[in-house]
């Protein structure tokens, strides 16, 4: 691997991290190709090239993994839920479930048991593709 390409996955990195981190909060295209120090343009091709989807469908797959954690631990309302991990609308959380999950967040809820293994192995085998 080249010196640039590293630099480049290395700065991909920093900007995935960040919306890691703040997955919930309001984040747009131009903010996090500062943190990745290039232009809007050329973050959201380099991003798509380094990790195989846009900057949006990566925040949304982790606010949606973030909403099966939730669904299957707490019975918090799914509108308050849809608003905690950062999505503004329900209509919009439900249908951006929809095509991940496979199922409407209320279906997933209802058949999504708690199981007796540890968190991290229940979050690593129900992760979205």
């Known amino acids: 691997m080249s010196r640039a390409a590293e630099?480049?996955?290395r700065r991909m990195l920093r900007a995935r991290d960040a919306m890691d981190r703040?997955?919930?909060?309001?984040m747009d295209v131009p903010a996090l190709a500062?943190?990745?120090?290039?232009?809007?343009?050329?973050?959201t091709r380099v991003f798509r090239?380094?990790?195989?989807?846009t900057p949006h469908r990566y925040l949304q797959r982790r606010r949606v993994e973030r909403a099966m954690f939730l669904l299957r631990s707490?019975?918090?309302?799914?509108t308050g839920i849809?608003?905690?991990?950062?999505?503004?609308?329900?209509?919009?959380?439900?249908?951006t479930f929809r095509?991940?999950?496979?199922?409407?967040?209320?279906?997933?809820?209802r058949t999504a048991q708690p199981?007796?293994?540890?968190v991290c192995f229940t979050m690593a085998w129900t992760r979205p593709n």
Request: aromatic share 12%; glycine share 8%; charged share 20%.
């Open 7 to 9: 630099e480049s996955n």
């Open 22 to 26: 703040a997955y919930a909060e309001p």
């Open 34 to 43: 500062r943190i990745a120090h290039v232009s809007p343009a050329h973050f």
């Open 49 to 53: 090239a380094t990790f195989g989807e």
């Open 74 to 78: 707490t019975e918090e309302p799914i």
């Open 82 to 95: 849809c608003y905690k991990v950062g999505f503004s609308s329900t209509g919009t959380f439900s249908r």
């Open 99 to 109: 095509e991940i999950v496979g199922s409407s967040p209320r279906d997933y809820r």
């Open 115 to 118: 199981s007796g293994v540890p």
